[in-house]
């Protein structure tokens, strides 16, 4: 009897720790707790505001094929120095607006001078010397009429008149080159613009064809594209699209203002270049889409208003009607592009036949 209490209490014990311990592992998993599907959420609900329901069906709209594009300036230039001179001020910096014929570079002007002063000299001695020339011809001429004079002297007299005109001609063209130099020295914006980057400073050299500044005209940006050839192809000058620019958040439309008629071989690809109807705050280099007609497809377009944004999730609120009762049904979408008059498509999530409650 004593042995047999014995062996069952030996194998009792271990199988009575056994079991609490599992009830203990089945409690901290939460076994005996109610559970729903991740995700969602049911709840009943009071009466609902027909106001505030949304029906979802699938409606046929235009597909729009969305294209990486740049933000791009039409009217650009790389300011450059036309003489080989010493910069003695740059009057801008970037992000400076400033107005066609504005100083931006000055140069130094003490050689540029003095050859205009040297070439004026010049030309001063060179008339005068044309002044006595002239005179002592008129004087020879009248002398060899009276046969006073041989032909050899006037023709000598009519040779150095001849060549001093050529060097009055030759010096005056050395003025106007010296002249247009000093002129170079200051370099001038050559439109309404925008400073985008400075590339030289006071002091160092500058040389004809090196930039010294970069401009840009404001007014001028459009947007550029390199669309697939299966879409450029469809596409028409004069014909209006849409386009995005996220960093913004803003939705405008553009038209299309030239079709590069050559495409990108590795790419396949033809750039489309489009003005755009509202270019207040875009600056060349923002990121934008534009968006090309696709064809047509069957999709859900359900209002904005009926989508909530939880960080970068988009949640609806779909109504189940169960024979107990209506019930709200808490679900995850994706959605796609945003339409006209605040309609968004739903990729995936939801289907036709299906009621969305807007909530408040």
Do not use: C
């Not at 729009?64 to 230039?77: G, M, R, W």
């Not at 000093?182 to 500058?206: M, N, Q, W």
């Not at 790419?267 to 696709?294: M, W």
């Not at 064809?295 to 609806?316: C, W, Y």
């Amino acid at each position: 009897m004593q042995h047999a209490k014995l062996l069952l209490m030996k194998y009792l014990v271990p199988l009575f720790t056994v079991l609490i311990l599992g009830l203990v592992i089945a409690w901290l998993a939460g076994s005996f707790d109610k559970k729903e599907a991740p995700g969602l959420r049911e709840k009943s609900l009071a009466p609902l505001d027909p106001d505030g329901l949304f029906e979802v069906k699938t409606t046929q709209v235009e597909v729009l094929e969305p294209v990486p594009a740049t933000i791009a300036a039409k009217q650009t230039a790389l300011i450059s120095a036309r003489i080989l001179a010493r910069i003695e001020d740059i009057k801008v910096s970037a992000g400076d607006y400033v107005k066609k014929g504005q100083e931006l570079v000055v140069m130094e002007r003490a050689d540029l001078q003095s050859r205009v002063s040297q070439a004026q000299a010049q030309i001063g001695s060179i008339e005068a010397r044309l002044k006595e020339a002239k005179q002592v011809l008129g004087r020879s001429q009248e002398l060899n009429k009276r046969g006073l004079l041989a032909l050899a002297p006037l023709e000598a007299n009519q040779a150095n008149y001849a060549s001093l005109q050529a060097q009055r001609k030759s010096a005056l063209q050395n003025l106007v080159e010296a002249e247009t130099a000093l002129g170079y020295a200051t370099v001038l914006a050559p439109f309404d613009g925008l400073i985008v980057d400075r590339l030289a400073d006071p002091g160092s050299t500058a040389q004809p064809g090196l930039p010294l500044l970069s401009l840009y005209n404001p007014a001028s940006v459009r947007v550029e594209a390199n669309v697939r050839e299966g879409r450029a192809i469809q596409l028409q000058l004069g014909q209006t699209l849409k386009m995005e620019i996220p960093s913004k958040a803003l939705s405008l439309t553009a038209v299309i203002e030239e079709l590069v008629p050559a495409g990108n071989v590795a790419s396949r690809t033809f750039l489309v270049k489009s003005q755009i109807s509202d270019i207040e705050g875009l600056l060349p280099g923002l990121y934008a889409r534009l968006l090309v007609p696709a064809g047509t497809a069957q999709q859900i377009l359900v209002p904005q208003a009926f989508v909530a944004e939880v960080g970068q999730l988009d949640i609806v609120w779909v109504v189940n009607a169960l024979p107990e009762g209506a019930r709200i049904e808490k679900r995850f979408v994706k959605t796609g592009l945003v339409y006209q008059q605040g309609m968004v498509e739903v990729v995936s999530g939801l289907k036709g036949g299906e009621t969305l409650l807007q909530k408040r």
